[in-house]
């Protein structure tokens, strides 16, 4: 049986997201990007063609990282204004029913405690349709604004972020015992105080005594997502995510990371498939391959090869725009995103990039262009090469989702590879056909049941 596409909506709050200097065409609606009618619309569409989830990602900061300054960014709108992701997703709950909502938050951005409340609060109010990307921010300013001098090293976020998803842990699925909540009116019990309890959390960065104080959510942890691309980030979302974004160049490409990250949750004790591979992806479709082109075109002439180097400069940390073009991006010290060097390396097997690729290959990461056939086609392949979803990307909003719900979705949908209908439950239910929560080889189930007993070495309780 063929098995079907995870289809997510990848947008940002902002103006220009993946695809930059598009945003200046009048058959875009990004400058729009302040009304909760362009994301209520998208959303509602979306959820027409039953995509699997709208997904928006974000970013904490903005660092002067291209040409020596940060003006690139500000005049072409390249990820700034930017406005809060989770208060989007919070918007959204009422106007879908189905859909899974992934909000993206970093660990700096918010304590834990809180952070663990308002996820509980959103599954809550949603009915279980929340999922958290969750990222350890790879801006200076974005650690300048949360008070550090300068970002935090690259494998010491991963650590920080065990910690992080330790504290969230605890409280989503140790403070509150199942069966807690009684809401029993006439025996005038709400919940019961046997079953719920202090997490007595202490460890390098944050000391939290609990308990939870949202009762238990439908899911308890959001649908877990993460986008680490070094060893130290797949690690990580190997041991903890339930859905990793990749950015493969080349179908190739793809399953050697695809293999690489499950050898990697096999360690960690959990199975292949217990962690879902989604490819990032646009598309420019006709009704014919003349059609298509002729749109792709139309598009090149507009994108900024600029905004596509400043992008890339925040991630990698290196300002390429005043790089010599011909320097062989290897020799360039990576503190950020190793992984499109990699992704690169991985995909031209013997080539070395150079700065003067880089642009381009990035505008044209992950397009393809096509019928609405061959697209099917195309996605094919990618499927047999490993990859579980896809995450679409846009050129226009939102018309490349429109187009492609009406014209590629009724394709995939006959070919079995995207869904007719919605499953029941959960966003976790939906997509893995399991339980609403965790299953019990993710580490967070370990807390199930874990403080109903005193802790070894309790925090102390605050004197009356
Ligand atoms: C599809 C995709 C979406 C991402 N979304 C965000 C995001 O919204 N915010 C962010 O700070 N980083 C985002 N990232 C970056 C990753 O979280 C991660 O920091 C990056 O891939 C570097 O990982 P590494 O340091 O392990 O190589 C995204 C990456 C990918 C591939």
Same mark, same amino acid.
């Given at each position: 049986?063929?098995?079907r ?5 990848f947008?940002m ?5 993946? $695809? ?5 065409? %009048?058959d875009?609606?990004?400058t729009e990007?302040?009304? /909760? ?5 998208l959303?509602r ?7 699997? =989830? ?7 900061? +903005?660092?002067? #990282? ?13 990820q700034?204004?930017i406005?809060?992701s ?8 009422g106007?879908t ?21 308002? &996820?509980?609060t959103?599954?809550? /109010?949603?009915?279980?349709r ?8 790879v ?6 604004? @949360?008070? @550090? ?9 991963? =650590?920080? #972020? %065990? ?8 409280l ?19 919940? %019961? ?14 000391? +939290? ?8 959510s439908?899911?308890?942890?959001p649908?877990? @997502? ?5 060893? =130290?980030? !797949? ?7 339930e ?13 050697r ?8 949750? +096999? ?9 879902? @591979? ?13 059609e298509?082109?002729?749109k792709?075109r139309d598009?090149? *002439?507009?994108?900024? &090869? ?18 010599d073009?011909?320097?062989?991006? #290897? ?10 060097v ?12 150079? +700065?003067r ?20 086609? =195309?996605?094919?392949?990618?499927? *047999?090469?490993?990859?579980?979803g ?8 939102? #018309? ?30 939906k /997509? ?7 299953n019990?080889? $993710?580490?967070?189930?370990?807390? !199930? ?16």
């Amino acid at each position: 049986m063929t098995k079907r596409l995870i289809l997510n909506g990848f947008v940002m709050n902002s103006v220009s997201h993946i $695809h930059h200097g598009l945003w200046r065409r %009048d058959d875009t609606l990004q400058t729009e990007f302040n009304d /909760l009618t362009t994301w209520t619309t998208l959303a509602r569409a979306l959820e027409a063609a039953k995509f699997d =989830a709208l997904f928006s990602a974000d970013i904490i900061g +903005v660092d002067p #990282a291209y040409k020596g300054g940060w003006d690139t960014y500000i005049e072409e709108a390249v990820q700034i204004p930017i406005n809060d992701s989770g208060a989007l997703i919070a918007a959204l709950i009422g106007s879908t029913e189905q859909l899974g909502l992934t909000l993206t938050s970093s660990i700096l951005q918010e304590h834990p405690f809180n952070f663990a409340r308002k &996820i509980s609060t959103l599954d809550h /109010l949603s009915k279980g349709r929340i999922g958290w990307n969750l990222v350890t921010s790879v801006s200076h300013n974005a650690a300048q604004n @949360f008070g @550090f001098d300068r970002i935090v090293p690259h494998d010491e976020r991963y =650590a920080w #972020a %065990d910690e992080y998803v330790e504290v969230v842990y605890k409280l989503w699925e140790g403070s509150w015992d199942e069966g807690a909540v009684l809401a029993d009116k006439a025996g005038n019990r709400y919940a %019961d105080p046997e079953k719920v309890h202090r997490i007595h959390h202490q460890g390098k960065r944050y000391r +939290v005594l609990g308990p939870h104080l949202s009762q238990p959510s439908p899911q308890r942890v959001p649908l877990l @997502f993460q986008a680490g691309s070094s060893t =130290a980030g !797949r690690a990580f979302a190997a041991r903890n995510a339930e859905g990793t974004y990749i950015v493969a160049q080349k179908p190739e490409g793809a399953r050697r990371q695809i293999e690489e990250t499950n050898r990697y949750l +096999v360690e960690a004790g959990r199975r292949p498939g217990d962690l879902k @591979f989604i490819q990032g992806m646009s598309f420019i479709i006709g009704s014919t391959e003349e059609e298509a082109a002729r749109k792709a075109r139309d598009i090149a *002439e507009d994108i900024s &090869i600029d905004g596509y180097l400043a992008h890339l400069s925040r991630d990698l940390g290196i300002d390429l725009g005043v790089l010599d073009p011909d320097r062989p991006v #290897a020799e360039l010290e990576i503190e950020g995103v190793q992984g499109v060097v990699r992704a690169f390396e991985d995909s031209n097997p013997g080539v070395t990039p150079k +700065v003067r690729d880089l642009g381009q290959v990035y505008a044209k990461a992950g397009n393809i262009t096509g019928t609405p056939e061959t697209i099917a086609d =195309a996605l094919e392949v990618w499927q *047999e090469a490993g990859i579980d979803g896809v995450n679409v990307s846009y050129h226009r909003l939102p #018309a490349s989702f429109l187009e492609f719900a009406e014209h590629v979705v009724p394709v995939l949908q006959k070919r079995g590879l995207a869904q007719r209908d919605y499953a029941p439950g959960t966003y976790r239910e939906k /997509l893995f056909g399991e339980g609403a929560r965790v299953n019990a080889r $993710h580490p967070a189930a370990r807390f !199930r049941g874990a403080f109903a007993k005193a802790p070894a070495t309790p925090i102390s309780e605050p004197a009356e």
